[in-house]
């Protein structure tokens, strides 16, 4: 990037970090954490310009008020869960959003697999899988294949795994586009033949019912950390006006911050398939609210806050 660009996009914000002080300690660290990259950056392609002497200046009066107040630290983590990654998730909602439409398209491909060929759901779900559903349902219990294991044993172990598919899934990002599509495709092409199978044997509700009470969770953060994966592809594919290698460096920052971000929702999506998603038996309005509270949850945090708070950003600090 040519260095009267970089001075174009970020002197509004330099400015107004020098001349207006930050309301609270968290606000002070994260301006510090944004100058030090832009400092980095300006080292790295413009070491003896005046823009990086006039950089490292503002960077260590930051610095020095940063830690006079010890309290800078304290509360991080809540700001964290508070401010960061919702703007970060506002930020890649485009990105976001076109790995959620994708996984929707391939859901609807399995579904529309498993419907015109029988045979497709066991190539899916492995045959040991749906003879033991047929069983089940035969025996009038078709979600019984969530009682066998112990609930502590299952909750790990599922967490874990979600935990890793998810990484996986940010990780192969450094495949441009493949191998995280190869993810979401595998896990849409699950849902839908997994769906469908259910609706065929005629015991599609009570399935909705048991598996969308820790699914809406877990389904939602796998495409997350999709959409994670994709932003940092789209770093290394299109790096805009900055070098490849920067464009690269600060994609794959926020990509990991995003999946990071997502280690709550999995383990609480692993403690509610592995303690509550076997009661198949429990009331309508339980699993009702259950399931529309996670609903309500994912479309708030990911979706309408982020753009609220992305809002009130773009107001407190206009581009000029």
């Given at each position: 990037m040519r260095e009267v660009l970089f001075l174009r996009q970020n002197q509004a914000k330099w400015r107004e970090y020098e001349s207006t002080p930050a309301r609270t300690p968290e606000e002070l660290a994260n301006r510090f954490i944004e100058l030090t990259d832009d400092l980095s950056y300006a080292r790295t392609f413009y070491p003896?310009?005046?823009?990086?002497?006039?950089?490292?200046?503002?960077?260590?009066?930051l610095h020095q008020a940063l830690y006079k107040n010890k309290s800078a630290e304290q509360g991080r983590f809540v700001h964290f869960w508070l401010r960061e990654l919702p703007l970060l998730v506002a930020r890649h909602h485009g990105t976001l959003g076109v790995a959620l439409l994708f996984f929707v398209l391939c859901t609807a491909l399995g579904a529309l697999s498993a419907a015109l060929d029988d045979s497709f759901v066991r190539v899916v779900l492995g045959d040991q899988y749906v003879n033991q559903t047929l069983a089940n349902i035969e025996r009038g219990d078709p979600m019984a294949v969530y009682k066998g294991a112990n609930e502590s044993v299952m909750f790990l172990y599922i967490t874990v795994n979600n935990i890793k598919v998810s990484l996986l899934a940010f990780?192969?990002?450094?495949l441009p586009g493949l191998g995280t599509g190869t993810i979401l495709f595998r896990n849409g092409m699950m849902l839908g033949a997994f769906q469908q199978f259910f609706y065929q044997k005629g015991?599609?509700?009570?399935?909705l019912l048991t598996i969308w009470i820790h699914g809406t969770l877990e389904i939602s953060a796998i495409v997350l950390a999709g959409g994670a994966g994709l932003v940092m592809s789209r770093g290394i594919l299109f790096p805009g006006t900055y070098a490849r290698r920067e464009s690269f460096r600060?994609?794959?920052?926020?990509?990991m911050q995003l999946v990071l971000g997502l280690a709550p929702i999995f383990i609480l999506a692993g403690f509610l398939e592995g303690f509550v998603t076997r009661h198949t038996e429990?009331?309508?309005a339980a699993s009702l609210l259950i399931i529309g509270g996670s609903a309500g949850f994912i479309i708030w945090y990911f979706i309408l806050y982020p753009r609220r708070l992305h809002q009130q950003q773009t107001k407190a600090f206009p581009v000029s």
């Open positions: 003896d310009s005046s823009t990086t002497a006039y950089l490292n200046a503002l960077t260590g009066k990780a192969t990002g450094l015991v599609l509700l009570p399935s600060r994609a794959a920052r926020d990509g429990m009331p309508l």
